[in-house]
């Protein structure tokens, strides 16, 4: 199938995002929801990056053809090396006939066994769930994801706020499930795509920050084609640091809002021109 990303040229001003989240991950409202929104916002190009999904990719991109809103195919892996995360952005591969599948898989068929779990550790505890079903409705009302728990923890009134959702589950056992990065790295490049580590500059509890030095550690064994340099938890002293870095080592960059469509991770417009060298490595033109 030929999607509206081949052939493709953007004004060098051309308004793109290139990292959102929708309820097929972690994100708060479904995909024709975000759809919708973008169109109406007047995005030229976007990348639906659900965490571990690329079972999902070619329908998104079928739901935005039909209102002509190009969608590159795009992905954020979970994974880790030697112990640290490293969530991994990839971009261009055939949602159809994709290497990736197989690892993505395992890791949501670990994720789903961990959050039954933690589920059943919920009710042992006490917590009950009658509204299950209605919270859980997108489900179909059945456990998918991680975070379905905290949103039973939520919605039943036994968490203030996510936070504390968070830390309830992983009270109950809940474990973060990732993948081997060079092994994700590996069958993206051999699936036709670029990889990216996301949000770099990200120092929050649990994740990893890479600076520099840690870049240089990790390109050293796995071959990441770049970095996502302009995402909202990166600092201006950071873009600036990671911008002299791609241009030294000729890597990519992306620009992201990771958008999970609440208060301050809403889409952002970001000039195409930005990420040239990554949209015409995967053969969309700008200029």
């Known amino acids: 199938m030929e999607r509206l990303t081949t052939h493709l040229t953007l004004a060098p001003d051309a308004p793109i995002d290139l990292h959102m989240h929708t309820t097929y991950s972690d994100g708060r409202w479904p995909a024709q929801q975000l759809i919708d929104y973008l169109v109406t916002e007047g995005f030229a190009l976007v990348s639906v990056t659900d965490h571990d999904r690329v079972d999902t990719v070619a329908f998104i991109q079928e739901l935005a053809a039909k209102q002509n809103l190009p969608v590159l195919a ?13 969530h991994v952005l990839c971009y261009g591969f055939d949602p159809e006939q994709s290497y990736l599948r197989e690892i993505t898989q395992m890791v949501l068929d670990l994720q789903l066994e961990n959050t039954n779990q933690v589920y059943d550790e919920l009710r042992r505890k006490g917590y009950d769930f009658p509204r299950q079903d209605e919270v859980l409705a997108d489900n179909g009302g059945k456990l998918r994801r ?32 990732m993948a081997d990065m060079a092994m994700t790295v590996d069958a993206a490049h051999r699936s036709g795509a670029v990889c990216l580590i996301a949000h770099p500059g990200r120092k929050e509890r649990g994740f990893t920050f890479y600076d520099l030095v840690l870049l240089d550690e ?40 990771d958008s999970h469509c609440i208060p301050g991770r809403m889409p952002i417009k970001h000039r195409a021109e930005i990420s040239r060298e990554l949209l015409e490595r995967l053969g969309i033109e700008v200029g």
């Open 218 to 257: 990790v390109r050293a064994e796995v071959p990441l084609d770049g970095i996502e340099v302009y995402h909202p938890y990166n600092s201006p002293e950071i873009v600036e640091a990671y911008l002299e870095y791609v241009h030294e080592h000729k890597l990519l960059l992306s620009t992201g809002s």
């Open 74 to 86: 795009g992905v954020e892996m979970s994974t880790e090396w030697h112990g640290k995360m490293g």
């Open 146 to 177: 991680p975070a379905d728990n905290g949103r039973l923890l939520r919605e039943h009134g036994y968490a203030s706020d996510w936070q504390t959702a968070l830390r309830m589950i992983h009270e109950a056992g809940f474990r973060s499930i």
